[in-house]
């Protein structure tokens, strides 16, 4: 069977090298706006639908992006329904509102839950026979989308950058990606002024879940040269800022730069996939509505620690690129000296290291999904058995 899985990753590997995966086009602050708005090239008074939360709506976070559409002779709808994490009702609402209206672009405003919704809310206009369930999986959309521009207000999903999206059907507690190259935005602008409002937390856990997608990037077996440079990167800018943005919430260059780190780290995850981080990570938003970047931030080590000396080399990649370590001690401690980086910014950024909601008779069922997932889409270096992701989980629980 992990033959198969292993046959499979070679393919998702070939598909990256002969075929590509296409990059958004990047604008940067409000000039970056401008042009990026231009860049959709509609006739004046066209509707863009706008979709963004209503907690970022009541903070004003969208107005200046509103004005700014209108000041080019657009007209706006705003969408403000998206959950947390978003559900199916919100991409059919979302959709609903798009063709009341006419609209002919989207633009989303918000963290990744928004720019997920957006994504699918785009191949729901452009495949409006589909059910949003049938997106599933690879490839399923196969259309252009409408014209579009994502605005992330947090540093960490990389939403912005990259192929996938994913939606929560509450019913039957499940999540689904969809993961198509039509889904990576046209446009990404990233103002650095739209995530200084974030309270500390939110700014720790969302920066520690773009750490996750550049050290899952760098684990997985599929990664290249592009993915590798751009996951270093993200994982250095990540080290160096993220102490200063959670500490002084307006000091604009560590914001900046913060984006930048999640906007690398999209790159390089969507192009090698995640890993066990993520799987166990989507099981907890999806049965307990925990917040994605917490669920990684609260992960990260316990998975690291269980890969163990199968990953030194990697992780002593990032202890040098990141200058965590010297260059003259051996492997096995520039790898120790990461995973003392990483644990001390977790404790410096006050992340728990357990959940309350799990339930222990959850466990066996949260590991099974956890792995159905896992298995085979994800390149992982090593294979998890089931017994293995159970213990995980139990050592973040505080279930006795």
Known sequence: MFFLYRLYHFILKCIVIFIGIPNPQLHKNKSGLTNAIKALQ?????YVLL????????????TSIISEVQRQKLNVMIFNQVLPNPTIENVQQGFALYNKYQCQAIISVGGGSVIDCAKLIGAKAVRPNK?????????????????????????GTGSETTVAAVVNCPNTHLKYAATDFVLVPHHAVLLPELTTSLPPHITATTAIDALTHAIEALLSINCMTFSQNRALEACALIFDNLPTAYSEATHSYARSQL?????????????????????????????????HGLANAILLMPVLRWYGERIQSRMALIARHCQLTSRIHPIERQADDALNAIEQLLIQCKIPNSFTEIKAEDIQNLARAALNEAHPDYPVPVFMSHHECENIIKSVSTVN
Do not use: M, W
Not at 42 to 46: A, D, G, H, P, R
Not at 54 to 62: A, D, N, S, V, Y
Not at 267 to 273: I, L
């Open 42 to 46: 509609l006739t004046e008074q066209s």
């Open 51 to 62: 979709i963004t939360d209503r907690t970022l709506q009541e903070l004003g976070i969208p």
């Open 131 to 155: 059910a949003i369930t049938e997106f599933k999986g690879l490839f399923k959309v196969l259309k252009r989308l409408p014209p579009n521009i994502a605005i992330p207000t947090t540093a």
């Open 259 to 291: 984006l930048s780190a999640s906007f690398y780290a999209g790159q390089a995850f969507t192009r090698t996939s995640v890993g066990y981080i993520h799987a166990i990570s989507h099981q907890l938003s999806a049965n307990y509505n925990t917040p």
